[in-house]
T-cell receptor, first 116, second 113 residues
Framework: AQTVTQSQPEMSVQEAETVTLSCTYD???????LFWYKQPPSRQMILVIR??????QNATENRFSVNFQKAAKSFSLKISDSQLGDAAMYFC?????????????FGKGTKLTVNP | DGGITQSPKYLFRKEGQNVTLSCEQN?????MYWYRQDPGQGLRLIYY???????QKGDIAEGYSVSREKKESFPLTVTSAQKNPTAFYLC????????????FGPGTRLTVL
């Protein structure tokens, strides 16, 4: 079964600085998708960024980028120029298609605090 | 506006009672999902459905039941068999197949008194 591990339960960053959140996963599949979701205090889940495993180029979305290392099964999220609004829980997720069913497997999350 | 609605936002239940959480989407998505979120546990999959009148158990289905009679609706019933039902419940949907984004509802907080 696929598993997703986020080894940092909590992280903090100074406003305007850069922070990197770690995520590793375990799978035997060769083609899959990876996601980072943000959950602010409102608890509404919001997609931050998506990576397709067959693409070697790392995905970027404005201040958010990923470092995707397929061989190492690593998918870290870098937030540049951190803003107070970035404070949230961040979840890494893996989309599996095993057995003909598509579903997401989530890590346990990293709580990010942004200090002014 | 397209999206997912969940109701109610807060729900209180006495022990031994069944309760049903509503989830409706107008995104014309094929697949719908129910997750449970507990502190420090991330999101755990309860049930999911990829087509009307069909659904599959997720990782923690015991004590829960679902139905999918319409494409846009996927209600979750928390039965009295669920030993620890107090949690935050999230409903989600996406187009089937591919790396399509999974959209989430605002959630329902269930508290057992």
């Amino acid at each position: 079964a696929q598993t997703v591990t986020q080894s940092q339960p909590e992280m903090s960053v100074q406003e305007a600085e850069t922070v990197t959140l770690s995520c590793t996963y375990d799978t035997s599949e060769s083609d899959y998708y990876l996601f980072w979701y943000k959950q602010p205090p409102s608890r509404q889940m919001i997609l931050v960024i998506r990576q397709e495993a067959y693409k070697q180029q790392n995905a970027t979305e404005n201040r958010f980028s990923v470092n995707f290392q397929k061989a190492a099964k690593s998918f870290s999220l870098k937030i540049s120029d951190s803003q107070l609004g970035d404070a949230a829980m961040y979840f890494c997720a893996y989309r599996t298609s095993q057995g003909g069913s598509e579903k997401l497997v989530f890590g346990k999350g990293t709580k990010l605090t942004v200090n002014p | 506006d397209g999206g997912i609605t969940q109701s109610p936002k807060y729900l209180f239940r006495k022990e031994g009672q069944n309760v049903t959480l509503s989830c409706e989407q107008n995104l014309n998505h094929d697949a719908m999902y129910w997750y449970r979120q507990d502190p420090g546990q991330g999101l755990r999959l309860i049930y999911y459905s990829q087509i009307v009148n069909d659904f599959q158990k997720g990782d923690i289905a015991e004590g829960y039941s679902v139905s999918r009679e319409k494409k846009e609706s996927f209600p979750l019933t928390v039965t009295s068999a669920q030993k620890n039902p107090t949690a935050f419940y999230l409903c989600a949907s996406n187009q089937f197949w591919g790396g399509n984004e999974q959209f989430f509802g605002p959630g329902t907080r269930l508290t057992v008194l």
